[in-house]
C-alpha cells in the first residue's frame, strides 16, 4: 500500500483532474491489468467500503421531549395541572391536545434527515464491471477501492469518481450534478487545476449516468471522498429554521411572562387587599388560563394546514407545515436553471436556411418551404433517438437527436415509418469527428447520405448550398454569420447537408469521411423556459421578491435564459471559479449587481444562500439535482420538483411542485401570505381578548368592588370568546392583495407594530367598558351575581365584534365579504347562542353564579360591546390616510 500516492487526501498534491493519465495511474499504483486481490483487500481495510457514511439518528424519544422546552408549552402544563386538580376537564383535556400535537408535529420535522440521506445512497450502482489481476469480474459497488479499474458503458451508472484512462465514444449525463442539460463528451486529456466540475472532461463522477459510449476508468476517490459524498456531507451538516417558528417562541416567552407576572401580581394585590386567599388563588390561576392564548399552537397548526391543503389543490405539497408561511415572507428566491425555469429537453428554436431564419413556436407550425423540410429530414434521419410509446412527436435518448428527430416528425418532414427504417449504412457521433452519417434509401429511390454536426466540421465537407431554386455555390461568410447568430442567443447550432449517392457507389461499413455536400441549414436549439415562467418572474419582481438563477450550466447558456425570462442579468454572470476568488463582503456585493450565478459546485450554491440569508433575507431555493440539495435544505424553504427532480432534491425539500412548474412557486407566495395573514389576525384577536380580561380583573382588585369575574365565569369567557371562534378564524381567505405588497421584514414579529398599537388599545377599550358596564350595574342597584352577569356579557359580546375586526387587518371590515368565511360565521353564533342559554338556563346559571339580562340590558350590553368595532374602523381609517398623506408627499 506504500505505493499509493496518499497526499491526494491531505490536499497536498494537484487533484486527479489536473494530471495525465500515466500520473494518475504512477500516483495510485494501478497497473494495466487492475490490482490484486490482495492489494484491493489491503487498501478496503485502509479507506473502507464504497458507501456514504451515515450519522446516527437522534433517538426518536429524545426527539420528542425536546418538543415540550417552549415557555408557553411549560405554562401550559401548568394549567392543566391546576385545571385537573379543579376538575375543569374539558379545559384540561384542551390544553393537553395542543400540547401533544404540536409535540407530535415536531417530531415528524425533525425526524426527516435519515430519508434525505437514504435518497443519496440510492444514487449508488448495485455492481460494477472491474480488472482485479487482468480477468474482469463483476463486484459490488461498496467493494471498488481507489486503484481499481472499472469499466463503463452506455446505461451504467457511475459507481466512484474515476479518471478516464481509455475512451470510445463515451457521453455522459452529469446533469444531477451540474444542471447541465446535454450529454458531455469525455475524453482522456487533463485540464487546468480550477476547471469546474461541469468541465472535467477526462474524469467521471459516482452518481452520473453513461447515456453512450464504453471507457475504461481508474477509480480515484470513495464513498465519502467522492463528489457525491461531499454533497452528502453537506446535507447532513445543515438545517434551517422556519422563520415563524423563531416569531412564535418569542412571542410565547413574552406572553408567558407577561400573563404569569400579571396573575402573580392579583393575587399578591387581592390577598394584601383583603380578600380571602384560596378564592384569589383560584382567580390567579383562572385568569391565567383565561389571559394565556393556549389556543395560539392549534390556531397555528389548523391555519398552516389550511395553508398545506389550499396549496396542494395548486400543485404544491408540503412536507413540513411551517414551510407554509416561510415561503410567504420570502424575499429571494435562488432557482436552479435546468428542470425548474426551463424544460430540461432541447427543443430546435430556429433553423436557418438560404430562405431564411424560421421561428419554431411552442403550438404553431411554419410554412413546410422545401429547403426547410429537407434541412430537418436530414437532422431525423442521421438520428439515433428512439420515439416515446403512445406519443406522436416524443422521443427519448440523446438530448439533441431526441430533439431534431421531434421538430421533424411536428412539422412533417418524416414519417415514423421512415425513421424505423434501419440505414444501409451508419457512421455514428464521435467527438473526434464532429459528425454523425447515414445512408437511407430516398422516396425516389436514390440513395441518400444524411450528415449532421457541428457547422464548422460540416461547412468543411460542402461544396454547395441548397436554395429555392436549386444547388448554389456555398457561401461560407454567410454560414459564418449566421452560426454566429444563433450561438449569441444561447443556442447550441448544428448543421445539416447530403449528398445523393451515385448509382454505382459502393456503401459499406465504415462509411468513408464525408465529401462534396450540399449544405443545407443550421439548426438551433436551446432548453426553452417553462410556459407561464417569465411571466413568474415579472408576478415575483411585483410581490417585491428577487429571483437569482443559480445554476451549474456555462455562463452564456445562463445568460441567455436568463434574458429570455426577463431576470436582470447585471453585466457578467457570477461563476463558481469568481466566487473563489472572493471574500464575503465582494460576494456580496456581486450578488446586489448580479441575477445569474453560472457554473456553481453545491458547495458554491450553498454558500451563495448563507451569505443571502446572513443579508437578512428569506431564501426560498429551488431545484431538482443532486447538486441542489445542500442549499436547498441550507435555504429558509427548499423547493423540489416533483416529476423530473431526484429523490435526493424532494427529501431535502420543504416543498414540492408536482407539475414541476415554477409558475407554482408564485400561488404557494400567494398562499403563504395569506397563512401568515390569518396567524396574524388569529394572534390579534387572541391577545387582545386577553389583555382585555388581564386589564378588567386587575384594575378591578383596586377597586371597592366585589370581585369582577368568579373563576369559573373567566373559565367560560375563555371557551366562549377563544375556543370556538379563533379555530374558525383560521379559515379565513385573503384579502386580494397579498402579491402586490412587498414580504414582511425578517425582523417583524408575529404582529407588527400597527398590530401591536391595535391590540393593546382594542383590549384596553374592552376592559374599560366591561368595567363601566360592572360598574353600572351596581350603582342601578343590582347585586353581584347580577353585575358580574352584565360585565361577562360585555366582554363576550366585544369578543363577537372584535372578531369581525381581526378578518381586515387592512381594510375596512365593510369592504369585506360578511360572509366570506361561513364557519366564522356559525362559530360566533353559536358562541352567542351558548352564551345566552348559560344566563337563561337557571339551573345552570345558578352554578356559575351568573343571571338573566333583560332585553334593554342585552341592548345594553351590546352596544358596549360593538364601540370596540367602530374604535378599531376608526383607527384602521385614520392610518390609512395618513398613509395616502406619504405617499403623495
Request: glycine share 8%; proline share 5%; charged share 20%.
Amino acid at each position: 500500500m506504500s505505493h499509493v500516492d496518499r497526499r491526494q487526501e491531505t490536499g497536498e498534491a494537484r487533484p486527479w483532474h489536473h494530471r495525465t493519465v500515466e500520473e494518475t495511474l504512477a500516483g495510485l499504483g494501478a497497473g494495466p491489468s487492475g490490482l490484486t486481490e490482495e492489494e484491493a483487500a489491503a487498501r478496503r481495510e485502509r479507506w473502507g467500503p464504497n458507501e456514504l457514511v451515515v450519522a446516527e439518528p437522534t433517538p426518536g424519544w429524545r426527539v420528542f421531549l425536546r418538543q415540550f422546552t417552549s415557555p408557553l408549552v411549560g405554562f401550559l402544563l401548568v394549567c392543566a395541572v391546576v385545571t385537573a386538580v379543579q376538575r375543569h376537564w374539558v379545559d384540561t383535556v384542551a390544553i393537553l391536545a395542543a400540547v401533544v400535537l404540536n409535540a407530535v408535529i415536531g417530531h415528524w420535522q425533525e425526524r426527516k434527515a435519515e430519508t434525505e440521506v437514504r435518497a443519496l445512497q440510492s444514487l449508488a450502482s448495485p455492481s460494477s464491471r472491474v480488472l482485479r489481476g487482468g480477468a474482469l469480474v463483476t463486484l459490488a459497488a461498496a467493494d471498488l477501492v481507489p486503484g481499481d479499474l472499472v469499466l463503463l458503458e452506455s446505461g451504467d451508472r457511475v459507481p466512484a469518481d474515476l479518471r478516464l484512462v481509455e475512451v470510445n465514444g463515451l457521453r455522459v449525463d452529469e446533469s444531477m450534478l451540474t444542471g447541465e442539460v446535454l450529454a458531455v463528451d469525455k475524453s482522456t486529456e487533463p485540464v487546468p487545476e480550477d476547471t469546474g466540475l461541469g468541465d472535467r472532461l477526462g474524469s467521471v463522477y459516482s452518481g452520473a449516468l453513461v447515456v453512450s459510449g464504453r471507457a475504461l476508468g481508474v477509480v480515484v476517490a470513495t464513498g465519502a471522498r467522492t463528489e457525491l459524498g461531499a454533497i452528502n456531507a453537506l446535507v447532513q451538516g445543515v438545517g434551517g429554521t422556519a422563520p415563524l417558528q423563531g416569531l412564535t417562541r418569542t412571542l410565547e416567552r413574552r406572553i408567558g411572562v407577561a400573563v404569569a407576572s400579571a396573575a402573580a401580581f392579583v393575587f399578591v394585590a387581592g390577598f394584601l387587599l383583603g380578600n380571602d386567599l384560596s378564592l384569589m388563588f383560584r382567580t390567579a390561576v383562572a385568569l391565567v388560563v383565561s389571559a394565556m392564548p393556549e389556543a395560539l399552537p392549534v390556531v397555528l397548526t389548523v391555519a398552516l394546514s389550511v395553508g398545506v391543503a389550499q396549496m396542494a389543490r395548486r400543485n404544491a405539497v408540503i412536507r413540513h407545515l411551517p414551510s407554509v408561511e416561510t415561503l410567504g415572507s420570502t424575499t429571494v428566491i435562488g432557482s436552479d436553471k435546468t428542470g425548474t425555469l426551463t424544460q430540461n429537453k432541447l427543443t430546435v428554436e430556429a433553423v436557418w436556411t438560404t430562405s431564411g431564419t424560421v421561428r419554431i413556436e411552442p403550438g404553431a407550425l411554419p410554412d413546410a418551404d422545401p429547403v426547410l423540410v429537407c434541412a430537418l429530414r436530414t437532422g431525423a434521419l442521421t438520428n439515433e433517438a428512439e420515439p416515446v410509446p403512445d406519443a406522436e412527436h416524443d422521443f427519448q435518448g440523446d438530448a439533441v437527436d431526441a430533439a431534431m428527430a421531434a421538430v421533424a416528425s411536428r412539422l412533417g418532414a418524416v414519417t415514423r415509418e421512415e425513421r424505423s427504417r434501419r440505414p444501409l449504412a451508419h457512421t455514428p457521433y464521435e467527438p473526434e469527428l464532429g459528425y454523425s452519417q447515414s445512408v437511407h434509401a430516398g422516396r425516389d429511390g436514390r440513395r441518400m447520405l444524411h450528415v449532421k454536426g457541428a457547422p464548422d466540421a460540416v461547412l468543411a465537407m460542402s461544396t454547395a448550398v441548397r436554395t429555392a431554386g436549386g444547388d448554389a455555390p456555398l457561401d461560407p461568410a454567410r454560414v459564418h454569420a449566421a452560426n454566429e447568430a444563433m450561438a449569441r442567443e444561447g443556442l447550441r447550432v448544428l448543421a445539416t447537408a447530403l449528398r445523393v449517392l451515385d448509382d454505382d457507389e459502393v456503401v459499406s461499413e465504415p462509411l468513408p469521411p464525408p465529401r462534396d455536400l450540399v449544405l443545407l441549414g443550421l439548426e438551433g436549439m436551446a432548453d426553452p423556459p417553462r410556459p407561464g415562467v417569465p411571466e413568474a418572474v415579472a408576478a415575483c419582481r411585483d410581490a417585491g421578491i428577487d429571483v437569482k438563477m443559480i445554476t451549474g450550466d456555462h455562463p452564456a447558456t445562463a445568460l441567455a435564459v436568463a434574458e429570455r425570462l426577463g431576470l436582470d442579468g447585471g453585466g457578467e454572470p457570477l461563476t463558481g471559479a469568481e466566487m473563489a476568488e472572493l471574500d464575503d463582503e465582494a460576494l456580496d456585493a456581486r450578488l446586489r449587481e448580479t441575477s445569474v450565478a453560472a457554473r456553481t459546485a453545491p458547495r458554491d450554491k450553498m454558500r451563495i444562500v448563507e451569505r443571502l440569508l446572513d443579508r437578512g433575507h428569506v431564501v426560498a431555493v429551488t431545484g431538482d439535482g443532486v447538486n441542489d440539495a445542500p442549499a436547498l435544505k441550507a435555504a429558509s424553504i427548499g423547493v423540489a420538483m416533483g416529476r423530473s427532480g431526484t429523490d435526493v432534491a424532494r427529501e431535502a425539500a420543504d416543498l414540492v411542485l408536482t407539475d414541476d412548474n415554477f409558475v407554482t412557486i408564485v400561488h404557494a407566495v400567494e398562499q403563504g401570505r395569506i397563512t401568515f395573514a390569518t396567524i396574524r389576525k388569529a394572534t390579534f384577536f387572541l391577545l387582545s381578548t386577553g389583555v382585555a380580561a388581564l386589564l378588567a380583573v386587575t384594575v378591578n382588585v383596586f377597586t371597592d368592588s366585589p370581585l369582577i369575574f368568579l373563576p369559573v365565569q373567566m373559565l367560560w369567557m375563555n371557551l366562549v370568546t377563544s375556543g370556538i371562534q379563533v379555530i374558525a378564524l383560521a379559515f379565513e381567505p385573503g384579502e386580494g392583495d397579498e402579491l402586490r405588497t412587498a414580504p414582511r421584514p425578517r425582523g417583524e414579529g408575529v404582529l407588527d407594530r400597527t398590530t401591536w398599537v391595535r391590540t393593546l388599545l382594542s383590549g384596553a377599550w374592552m376592559a374599560a367598558v366591561t368595567l363601566a358596564a360592572f360598574q353600572w350595574a351596581l350603582h342601578t342597584g343590582s347585586d353581584d351575581d347580577h353585575a358580574r352577569t352584565v360585565a361577562l356579557s360585555v366582554m363576550v359580546v366585544a369578543s363577537f365584534f372584535q372578531v369581525l375586526n381581526a378578518r381586515a387587518l387592512r381594510r375596512s371590515v365593510f369592504q369585506i365579504r360578511f360572509l366570506g368565511n361561513k364557519l366564522l360565521t356559525g362559530a360566533t353564533l353559536l358562541a352567542f347562542l351558548l352564551h345566552l342559554t348559560v344566563t337563561s338556563w337557571p339551573a345552570v346559571a345558578s352554578v356559575m353564579g351568573l343571571t338573566p339580562l333583560t332585553p334593554l340590558e342585552w341592548l345594553v350590553c351590546s352596544g358596549l360591546g360593538g364601540t370596540v368595532l367602530v374604535l378599531v374602523e376608526v383607527e384602521k381609517l385614520l392610518r390609512r390616510r395618513a398613509s395616502a398623506r406619504r405617499l403623495r408627499a
